[in-house]
């Protein structure tokens, strides 16, 4: 009886062991998280990317003039790209963080035109993509301590957009962003659109998290954003509100479960099943002992 209860014990201890998360190797360090305020609404992000490369290698923005060239777009960000879509999110480089503005998608026809005022920029950051750049370029692009006035001129077939590199260096810093959408914008028409005014408009203004999930902000009101707490859960919640979770594709995600995908193609390990194969040990072993008892 004894060499049986040792080799109940002994399997006891291995599906115990092999059901116990690993969190001394397997934890990571939670990323930076940062809260974008709109109202009575607060959102907390995370940025996107993992520091491998710069924002500008990121945005790849190209035109005629660039090498390798392109038509006036960026073409690095074409699979979180939306028709008619306004998106506004952190992004995390091999130089920092940066506050990255994309809109609309390369190939749909669909222009728009958008004004942006930023305040409050870090003085140590910088705007180190600018879409468009050429000359005699229709978009507009000042700068002036901290403070930025940028009008976006968007034909159809392109993106427009830009980013500022510098967030994140001091926790104290606010920065308010407040866009004007279609009839809001003193651009608005562009005589260069092809189709009716109504069918070069921006529909939704969005901001992205690092999970991948979006939500939609209000295209009326100015926004302001801060750094959030260190160490913060990843995902994207909101207070004030109510969140919509979606994919990169723009479609609902689903509800992540311990041991199911989370949506975005990462895998969570599960640990119930260990659970159920030591209660069946247990109860293999009392009726064994019983037996031969």
Do not use: C
């Not at 690095?76 to 999110?89: A, C, E, H, Y």
């Not at 260096?169 to 914008?185: A, G, H, L, P, Y």
Request: aromatic share 8%; no cysteine.
């Amino acid at each position: 009886m004894n060499r049986l209860l040792l080799a109940v014990v002994s399997l006891t201890v291995v599906v115990v062991v092999a059901s116990t998360p690993l969190t001394s190797t397997m934890a990571q360090k939670s990323p930076q998280t940062f809260v974008i305020e709109q109202g009575d609404r607060s959102i907390r992000v995370t940025p996107l990317g993992d520091g491998s490369r710069s924002v500008e290698e990121f945005y790849d923005y190209r035109s005629p003039a660039t090498e390798p060239e392109g038509q006036y777009g960026s073409y690095g960000t074409s699979n979180i790209q939306i028709n008619q879509v306004s998106q506004l999110f952190i992004y995390r480089g091999s130089s920092g963080l940066s506050l990255v503005f994309l809109h609309d998608k390369s190939g749909d026809e669909g222009g728009a035109v958008i004004t942006g005022d930023i305040s409050g920029l870090p003085a140590n950051g910088d705007w180190v993509v600018e879409d468009d750049t050429y000359n005699n370029r229709d978009d507009v692009f000042q700068h002036n301590d901290g403070s930025s006035h940028i009008e976006w001129l968007l034909r159809g077939n392109r993106t427009d957009g830009a980013a500022f590199r510098g967030l994140g260096r001091s926790s104290d810093t606010t920065i308010t962003v407040d866009m004007k959408f279609n009839e809001r914008s003193a651009n608005y028409p562009f005589e260069e659109w092809e189709g009716p005014p109504d069918q070069n408009e921006i529909e939704r203004w969005v901001v992205r998290s690092g999970t991948g999930e979006m939500i939609a902000l209000d295209m009326n009101d100015p926004i302001e954003i801060s750094s959030g707490t260190s160490g913060a859960p990843s995902t994207l919640t909101e207070t004030g509100g109510t969140v919509t979770p979606t994919s990169s594709t723009g479609t609902p995600a689903t509800t992540t479960q311990a041991g199911s995908s989370d949506g975005f193609g990462v895998s969570v390990p599960r640990f119930d099943v260990g659970l159920v194969i030591l209660a069946v040990v247990a109860l293999t072993a009392t009726a064994l002992l019983r037996r031969t008892g």
